[in-house]
């Protein structure tokens, strides 16, 4: 696929980008009801709607406009604040980095890089809203690296009354890249369903 020349301030999609599209494509049925949160670029949004509903949201002007122009309905908006609805899959790849405070950046690529001081800041403010918007049987899937420590995440899914496997990896570089697909423990759900 020919990528368009995004907005320097808009993740351009990479590695991690690529192993969640793979495994999202595998895991979506036709017709279901999708959100990607944190769409970027869209390029996940725009593949996976051949074949499925796909909202996204991002927190980034840029990647809003960028998304809008690969035809992709986005509502700019913080994780998946003001969405009602009940979606069948969910994805998101976060911005997953451990950032000490000096070394943020003044833009807006900050957002797609910086998971605060464990790199799970975001992750777990999303798991924290999660059930409210996704169906009974609903799934999730996340990109989580090496870096976030992905036994860290694995126990804050946990606390939220979730179950969450690793479906796919891939080793880059200095970091093992991770999706992890999370559903709810039916047997044990600390979460309302919508
Ligand atoms: C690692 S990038 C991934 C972009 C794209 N999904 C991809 O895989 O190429 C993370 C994205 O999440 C967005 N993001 C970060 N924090 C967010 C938040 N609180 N609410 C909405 N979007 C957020 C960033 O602006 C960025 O576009």
């Known amino acids: 696929m020919t990528l368009p020349p995004y907005h320097s301030e808009v993740y351009q999609p990479e590695a991690d980008t690529y192993l969640l599209l793979e495994t999202a494509k595998t895991e979506v049925h036709s017709g279901e009801i999708v959100l990607e949160v944190g769409t970027g670029s869209g390029l996940i949004s725009a593949e996976l709607q051949k074949n499925a509903h796909i909202f996204a949201t991002d927190i980034n002007p840029h990647a809003c406009r960028s998304a809008k122009g690969m035809g992709i309905e986005v509502i700019r908006t913080d994780l998946m604040a003001g969405i009602c609805g009940n979606f069948d899959l969910i994805i998101f790849n976060p911005p997953y980095l451990p950032t000490p405070p000096d070394e943020r950046i003044n833009d807006w690529l900050e957002y797609a890089l910086d998971g605060g001081e464990s790199g799970r800041e975001t992750i777990e403010n999303f798991a924290s809203d999660l059930c409210r918007i996704m169906t009974r ?58």
Do not use: H, N
Not at 150 to 161: N, P, R
Not at 162 to 169: D, E
Not at 182 to 193: G, K, P, V, Y
């Open 137 to 194: 049987f609903g799934r999730a899937l996340v990109l989580v690296s090496s870096l976030t420590g992905i036994s860290e995440v694995q126990k804050l899914f946990a606390e939220k009354g979730l179950l969450c496997f690793v479906v796919a990896q891939k080793k880059v570089e200095d970091e093992t890249l991770y999706v992890i697909r999370i559903m709810r423990d039916l047997c044990r759900c600390a979460c309302e369903e919508p």
